[in-house]
């Protein structure tokens, strides 16, 4: 009987198609969050173009959120479903943050460690896109997908020392009369940071979903 029912109530398969399709939002508005720590005279574009980007995967993670609403059955359980596709977002959401406090303070030259975070930030696009699609079949991936999560997290330190060693050379390396280039630096560092921080969030619910479901 429960078979008959689960033939003929409404299905989604289409979640995993959306993961990766906001994976991939990730990985371009990551791209441009590095294009745009290289400074220079079209530094606004780039942050227009981020927003863009930004927007584009709000749509994404609105169509989840439909998609939940409209289907019976689900690859895993709703709230999972909810907190890997927020966490995608958070993230995107994240980089489109330190894109407007650029625009907001009108910032057009970057300091070295500050490309170097956003080199790794890259990194962890690149593997949340990797490990997405290994997402379909759980039980045959989850040992590459638990290194995945230790990549991540790895990468996520590294972050954290660039974020470290970047603030104490700013720091020296500000004149006492400018102490609002310090301000506006520690703050792009900070954002910087929180998407790490966010790209991490979104491995820890990968693993919880692994750890439930194998």
Known sequence: ????????????????????????????????????????????????????????????????????????????????????????DDAIDQMNKTGKTVILYDVATFETN????????ILLANIV???????????ANSGRLHQMVGEISRIEEQSDQLNEVGLKELFKATPKDDALKFVVGSEIYDHLEKVCDRFEDVAHVMSDIVIEHV
């Open 1 to 88: 009987m429960f078979k008959l029912i689960k033939a003929i109530m409404p299905r989604s398969d289409n979640f995993f198609d959306l993961f990766e399709a906001q994976a991939q939002k990730a990985q371009e508005a990551a791209q441009t969050l590095r294009l745009i720590l290289d400074g220079g005279a079209d530094t606004a574009d780039k942050c227009a173009r981020l927003t863009s980007q930004e927007e584009e995967a709000d749509q994404i993670s609105y169509e989840v959120m439909q998609s939940i609403r409209r289907s019976f059955i689900t690859p895993f359980d709703r709230s999972d479903i909810k907190a890997l596709s927020s966490a995608l």
């Open 114 to 121: 500050m490309r170097a975070m956003g080199d790794r930030i």
């Open 129 to 139: 896109a990797d490990a997405l699609p290994l997402m379909r079949n759980i039980g």
